[in-house]
């Protein structure tokens, strides 16, 4: 649970549009308990941190005089501050995202959008600038060992040979089902966490599900980063996709995941919030349970603190991330 602050949360917002910047403004200001300020670029932001430190930056990456990446890298060195990166969803800003979080960024958001009416959409930012500003940041760490508590050290990261063929010789299609199943929910700032556990996993270990906070056209590049510093093979969930060893499924930002057992194998559904009920349309659950026939049934879900629950989920979980 995130508690109220007792004074505001200070924002400054650094983006070359003042357009952007005129609109996340708008956002953010129209909510009780923040302070926003802005910057057209890094070099006017550093003089503005001179003189008063925020508690949360909202940076664009792709700038003039200085690019967003460096200016992020440089934060985290001398003063470590949350950042939560505003990107477009083109490919390359989708790549620069991913370097942004793993230089230390602690969310992403995208671009807000306006309507031909001239009303901005609220695109979850001031929940995710809510939740950044009680983030614990630092400079990024050093890789810490390859190997878990428990588990055997784990060999060079062998990649799936041609055709799909996992380590040792056995086929992609005859991969183990995971007799055990690792459900993993992470919230802001959770994906540097993420991939310290990821990274450790060795290449055969238990099936593995993951429900990340991030917007939905980020999660297969996220997945993407995850499985080139991974021995497993780490990618984007979908539907009817087996959970086998060795293998980690990320759900997409804007899916419900659920593990059910189909036969003697266990695989994933991916629910569209729009077509569930209402009550349950702000969450983004994993849910591990189902019955064969397919009807519905109890399971375990976790809640957004990657707890696990018995029986059917209630509103008390609250979202992953914030409504859309």
Not at 262 to 283: C, G, K, N
């Amino acid at each position: 649970m995130i508690h109220a602050r007792q004074a505001p949360i200070e924002v400054l917002i650094v983006d070359d549009s003042a357009v952007v910047r005129h609109v996340m403004s708008g956002l953010l200001g129209r909510h009780a308990g923040m302070h926003v300020h802005s910057a057209s670029d890094p070099l006017v932001a550093m003089a503005k941190m001179r003189r008063h430190r925020p508690h949360v930056i909202v940076l664009d990456l792709e700038m003039p005089r200085m690019d967003g990446l460096t200016f992020l890298k440089q934060i985290m060195a001398s003063d470590p501050i949350p950042v939560v990166v505003c990107s477009g969803f083109a490919e390359p800003g989708t790549m620069l995202a991913m370097r942004a979080l793993a230089a230390g960024a602690v969310d992403i958001v995208p671009k807000p959008r306006v309507s031909a009416a001239g009303v901005a959409e609220d695109n979850g930012l001031c929940d995710v600038v809510r939740a950044a500003a009680h983030a614990k940041v630092g400079p990024p760490r050093a890789p810490r060992s390859n190997t878990l508590p428990g588990w055997m050290p784990a060999p060079a990261r062998q990649r799936p040979l041609a055709g799909g063929r996992a380590p040792g010789g056995v086929t992609g299609s005859h991969l183990v089902t995971s007799d055990v199943v690792i459900a993993i929910g992470a919230s802001t700032g959770g994906t540097e966490a993420l991939k310290e556990i990821l990274r450790a996993m060795p290449y055969d270990a238990p099936g593995i599900v993951i429900v990340q906070h991030m917007p939905a056209g980020f999660t297969a590049a996220f997945a993407e980063h995850l499985a080139d510093v991974c021995k497993m093979e780490v990618r984007e969930a979908a539907h009817g996709d087996r959970v086998v060893r060795g293998r980690a499924l990320l759900a997409r930002g804007d899916r419900h995941l659920k593990v059910r057992r189909r036969h003697l194998e266990l695989i994933v559904e991916l629910d569209d919030p729009a077509r569930l009920p209402a009550s349950t349309q702000r969450r983004r659950p994993v849910s591990i349970g189902g019955r064969d026939d397919g009807r519905p049934g109890p399971g375990r879900h976790l809640d957004r603190h990657g707890r696990r629950r018995c029986g059917r989920p209630t509103a008390a979980d609250g979202p992953t991330r914030p409504p859309e």
